[in-house]
């Protein structure tokens, strides 16, 4: 079957089985994400909420949303490539930072996690607790993005950050460098906090979350996976010097990634200075590594795409990509356990890029 050609659902599967069992294929899963980040354009409802004033989760009204989520849905379903498609609660609330306390703006088209700034006894205490605002709101999403898909399509968790950037949100990112040196014990503290809450979310989320044909899902990359799947991140240890990195939050996302089936680890080229550190965490399972539109080029993530390749680990690669940058990564990389993520601006751009990717194989 040529690629772009519709498949069904359970054809795609056995496209993710064989990524899993890292089986002998012609060549990797690909995938179009159109349309970008931009949740203004995605939701109606989103549009009327005031500029430049914090979010308060009751300005959330879910049943505002549903229709609109059909129709992304719908939108999103209609490319044709080797993923699968689903819908998670509004990737651009920062959830997670809210959950613990940080101020949520809107601003432009954009809604930003205030840091808080919190002295260390504010955060002496921190935990998520169940009956916080926000995590009630996330919740809410979650039950009603599974009964407006009735089973048609998966639900699955947004971004939910990382140890590091959790703990950046609470103390304020330069004041969290400073205390990897001058206070590193409470900040070890901290992170651990910051660990439980990602976890006890997770494992909240997938009490509400229904499997898709056995298994679930990560929407933003399009990852299915034959079990529970957690998504792991590390943004701002790109600030993190190796030594301060393992010292104070390795172990964490060795928990993190520890205590679910399957784990995933989103990482930006800024990061990809700590690679061997963060593989040496045996228990992520798939680096999803971003081609990102600043810093290195592709030429210049090859070595580190392979050096995960190398680990026998599996691989996903998102983000703008041109003809060349998928001749040079399909040709210097095994397809066996990799995922190529191409990011569009418009739906129009896809056959061309079928076309071309079809000259490929």
Request: aromatic share 12%.
């Amino acid at each position: 079957m040529a690629f772009g050609e519709p498949k069904s659902v359970e054809e795609k599967i056995k496209g993710y089985q064989k990524f899993w069992k890292q089986q002998q294929v012609l060549g990797p899963l690909i995938g179009f994400d159109v349309g970008g980040f931009f949740p203004f354009k995605w939701f109606k409802a989103l549009r009327t909420l005031k500029e430049n004033d914090w979010l308060l989760p009751e300005q959330l009204m879910v049943e505002q949303y549903l229709d609109d989520y059909t129709k992304l849905y719908k939108r999103s379903s209609s490319v044709n490539d080797d993923l699968i498609k689903g819908v998670s609660p509004i990737p651009a609330i920062p959830w997670a930072e809210a959950m613990l306390g940080c101020p949520v703006e809107i601003s432009g088209e954009s809604i930003w996690g205030r840091e808080r700034n919190a002295n260390w006894k504010e955060l002496e205490d921190l935990k998520l607790d169940d009956d916080n605002k926000w995590f009630q709101k996330y919740l809410e999403f979650l039950a009603a993005l599974v009964k407006n898909a009735d089973g048609e399509y998966p639900v699955s968790q947004p971004i939910l950050r990382g140890v590091t950037d959790l703990v950046g949100a609470l103390r304020g990112n330069n004041q969290a460098l400073i205390d990897t040196m001058e206070t590193p014990d409470k900040l070890k503290r901290l992170a651990g906090a910051c660990t439980d809450a990602l976890i006890k979310l997770t494992r909240k989320q997938y009490d509400i979350i229904q499997p898709f044909y056995g298994g679930f899902l990560i929407e933003q990359f399009g990852m299915w996976a034959p079990d529970k799947i957690v998504r792991l991140q590390e943004d701002v240890s790109a600030v993190y010097s190796p030594d301060a990195y393992c010292r104070l939050i390795q172990e964490y996302d060795r928990d993190i990634a520890g205590t679910f089936p399957y784990c995933l680890m989103h990482l930006h080229n800024s990061s990809l200075f700590l690679l061997d550190y963060f593989l040496e965490i045996e228990e992520i399972d798939v680096f999803q590594i971003n081609r990102d539109l600043v810093g290195m080029s592709t030429e210049e993530m090859i070595p580190y795409l392979q050096k995960v390749q190398d680990q026998g680990r599996r691989l996903l690669v998102r983000g703008p990509m041109t003809f060349d940058d998928l001749r040079l990564l399909t040709t210097r990389l095994s397809a066996v356990g990799l995922i190529l993520q191409i990011v569009l601006d418009h739906t129009e751009k896809t056959q061309a890029y079928t076309e071309f990717i079809n000259t490929l194989f």
